[in-house]
Every structure is written in C-alpha cells, then in structure tokens.
C-alpha cells in the first residue's frame, strides 16, 4: 500500500511566510512508516512547485492514497491537487485534512468530485484505520473522524477521541521531507510540538476547536528526546515550540527546561504563549534553557476589544509579562489582531500605541481573518458583513469584512501605517543589528523593506 502526502501551494499573490517544516505530515508520515506502509511527501511550497510539476511528480508515483493537508489559505490550492493526482490516478483515493476540511467537510466534498474523503481534526489514527481498511478491501465509509462520499450521497460519520498519550506518537519522519528547502538565513529552524488542545475559548480561533479544549501534553523527556534526536541527526540548534500555548502547565515547562540544561544541549528556541500563563521566575529559567524569544498573544492595546474576543486579558498584564522578559534577556514578540468585529479606527491606534509602549523585539500585525469553525466566521456572516468570500485572500493581510465601525480601506491602511511606525524607529533598527542573530537580522531586513515602501509610496 502506497500513499502519497501533498502540502498544496499557496495561491499566486498571497501573503506568505518562508516555506515551514509541516509537522501534520510529519507526524502522519510516521504513523504509516511505523505501521510498514510505503510513504512519500511531495511539498509543494518547500519545492516551489507549480501545479504542472506537481503533475509531473505525482505521475512518477503509483500512490493507493493521496491525502492533501490544508489551510484555508491554501483550500483551493488542496481541491486543484486532488483533481491533479485523480486525474493521473483514477483509481486512487484522495484525501483532504486540516483545520479547514475539518469545518469545511461537506462543503469540500459538494465543490469537488475529485475528492473522496475529508479527515476530521486529529488524522493519524484516522487515516491509520482508512489505509488498513482499503488494504484489506473493506468499506470505509463508516470510519470515525471522516466525512465521505458514497455514492450520490455524503455521510458524516462521529468524531473519533482525541490521542490520550501523546507520547505514543513517532517522531515526525523529517527524513521524507526536503529539509534542505527550509533554510532561512542559513539555517533550518525545527519546529516541535509537545501539546495539543487549549484551555482557553477565543472567538477567532480555531485551533482550539480542531484539537480540543483540553490540553494535552508530551511529557518532559518525550520533549527532550525529541530534541536531542533531531540535534544529532540533523545537527540542529535552533527550534521553535509551535504550541499554541505553551506554558499552560508551568511545571512541564520547568522540567522540559531541567533536561535540556541535564542534558547539556546547546540549543536556541522560542516558544509562543499568553501574557497570563508565564511568571518572572519561569522566564528565567526558560532563558538559562536556550529560550531567546517568546511570540505573546497581545491582541488588542483596547481593552474594550479585548472582552470581545473572549480573551480574559488586561493590559497591565501584558505589560508585566512585557517586563519580565526583558529582564530575563528575552526577545519578545507581539502579536496583535487588527479589525475584529467591535474594531473602530480609534481602538486600533489604541494597539498601534500600545505596541509602541510595548516596545517589542517584532511584532505580527494581523488582519482579523474569519476562518470557517469559529464564532466570529459565523457572526460575520450572520450580520451580513462579510465582503470576500474568495479562500485565497484569507492571508490575515487582506480584510475580508467591514463592519459598520471600520471599513477595509482604513483598516489596510492603519495596519500599514502601525508597520511603519514600528519599524523605520532608527533605534529600532539600531538594537535589531545589535541584538544580531536569526531574529536580529529578519527584523532589519523587515524594517529595511518597509522603508523602501515607504519611499516607492511617496514617489
């Protein structure tokens, strides 16, 4: 049994970070080759490949499955590849995964004929089961976690539990990917992720309801295995924590710190987490560990929007978590969401100001983006707001919706103002060259192209 894993490209002209390590595929990957499956990756976006050379690709392959991962940026992309591979494979079946397949199930299979099967949320056990099923010529279309096509008519079939025992998981199979292509200023930053789920309930997220209100956790020595691993085989020294939020147990984070320092790993790494789950004492042990930026869930510099989001945060908080880190030696990086329904012009430079008090190491300054399985997808839509129904625009760089309190045109346009306000600051870029290192130079560089922005727009 053959299957072939496809990360889709992004659409032609959106916002797009570097190409990252795909850890849902990775983990898939893993779960087949322990299982003695044959597998291989084709990553669209590592290897810049256009839907003609995917082609190409998938002829040379004999693939029983193709599954197809997605975003809901890349969607379209994901429906366009398995119309590709059934067309160079009639008889193989196509899968699709991800966040958006999860919430976008029955509509996926309605838009496209090509597609055979949507997995829902978590997918190793799912696809597991779909892949033994096929092999031994039985009916799949009553498997847990999975919306089907059969026949005429599309069956929706329960959730399957969530994995208990993360730890029961292989390493992501980083040895079927082309690492070499995720480079970023000479080196490849590994990505890890020791938890999933959320304790917390935001209305514009939807990772929490992809992987679950409960926070689920690989314990300390999984974590450190995993980093050792990737440290001697890949020589990596520079990872990234992709948790959403990674110190909601603050005793794991302790401990994941001790067996890094006990195993004496040289290693850089940054994490991401809430202003309201990290105390001073925390932050400088993770430093002591190799911590040397931490991305925090700003959102708002309005507390007024702040309630809105659900996001149980006050600005004083912020600003001491702001503190510590600084204190302990960590770069710190903002993230704040611009436009959510209740926005108007003046809450917005309220957070543009309030970045600015902040005084971050980076910042990401983001659209608020209405992704399909959250509250405010539902209540933008409900209230007749929203303006761009097109998935590939949904880049957190381009409003979709306008509210009767702010309209997309202003909003582009105070985001690109906050972005130039916060980065041509010359001892902004002064202590980024200072600072030097991975974050120091991707930061000047940031700051240098919105200068020339800035000049092209003056011309």
Partial sequence: MHITLVNPPYPRGAHRHPPFIPLGIGYLAAVLEKNKYEVDVIDCQALKLTYEEF???????????????STTLTYKS???????????????LTLLGGCHGTFWDDKALQECPYLDVVVRKEGENTLLELVRRLEAGRVFHNV???????????IRNPDRAYIENLDDLPFPAHHLLPIKHFRKYGKVVFPLSTSRGCTFWCDFCSAVRMFGRRYRMRSSKSVADELEFLHKEYGADQFTFYDDAFTVDKARVERICKEIQDRKLKIEWDCETRVDLVTRDLLFKMRRAGCIAVWFGVESGSQQVLDAMKKSLSLNKTREAFKWAEEAGIMTIASVILGFPGETSETAWETVKFLEELNPSDVGIYIATP??????????????????????????????????TLGMRELREIREQAFRRFYLRPLYVLRMFAKGGMYGFSSSRTAFAHLLRAVKSKL
């Fill in 55 to 69: 082609e190409s690709e998938i002829s040379k392959r004999q693939p029983h499955i193709v599954g197809i991962t």
């Fill in 78 to 92: 994901a429906l366009r590849i398995a119309k590709i591979a059934k067309e160079a494979h009639p008889k193989c």
């Fill in 144 to 154: 847990s976690g999975t919306t089907c096509r059969k026949g005429e008519e599309i």
């Fill in 371 to 404: 992704y399909p399985g959250t509250p405010m997808f539902d209540y933008v839509r409900e209230m007749g707001w929203l303006k761009i129904d097109d998935f590939d625009k949904y880049d957190t760089a381009t409003p979709v919706f306008e509210t009767p």
